[in-house]
Nanobody
Framework: QVQLVESGGGLVQSGGSLRLSCAASTRGFSNYVMGWFRQTPGKEREFVAR????????YYADSVKGRFTISRVNAKNTVYLQMNSLKPEDTGVYYC??????????????????WGQGTQVTVSS
């Protein structure tokens, strides 16, 4: 079992930055592939970024590539999402997710067994 708690969301102006954190309560954090997803009302949950167990493999959605950076510190059981040059379309609830497997192809919500409660990010224009 893995419990995930996100933090760091908030209200920011367009062009600003935020850093999200996701703390995991598990002894084997380094055994988990970690991902970030986001969702807005009426839309499906959307993949944002994914990082492998040691951080050697990272994958981003095209919409955030060059602006967002995912990282992890296994000694702290924490994964981060640094978000720069934020746009109004980045607004949504951001969720942290974990799974033991690294699947090929575009990451999907169904690839992850464990989810946090989410943190709201609002970017004003």
């Amino acid at each position: 079992q893995v419990q995930l708690v996100e933090s760091g969301g908030g209200l920011v102006q367009s062009g600003g930055s935020l850093r999200l954190s996701c703390a995991a309560s598990t002894r084997g954090f380094s055994n988990y592939v970690m991902g970030w997803f986001r969702q807005t009302p009426g839309k499906e949950r959307e993949f944002v970024a994914r990082i492998s167990w040691t951080g050697s493999s990272i994958y981003y959605a095209d919409s955030v590539k060059g602006r967002f950076t995912i990282s992890r510190v296994n000694a702290k059981n924490t994964v981060y999402l640094q978000m720069n040059s934020l746009k109004p379309e980045d607004t949504g609830v951001y969720y942290c997710a974990a799974d033991t497997s690294l699947r090929t192809g575009a990451p999907m919500p169904g690839h992850y067994a464990y989810w946090g409660q989410g943190t709201q990010v609002t970017v004003s224009s």
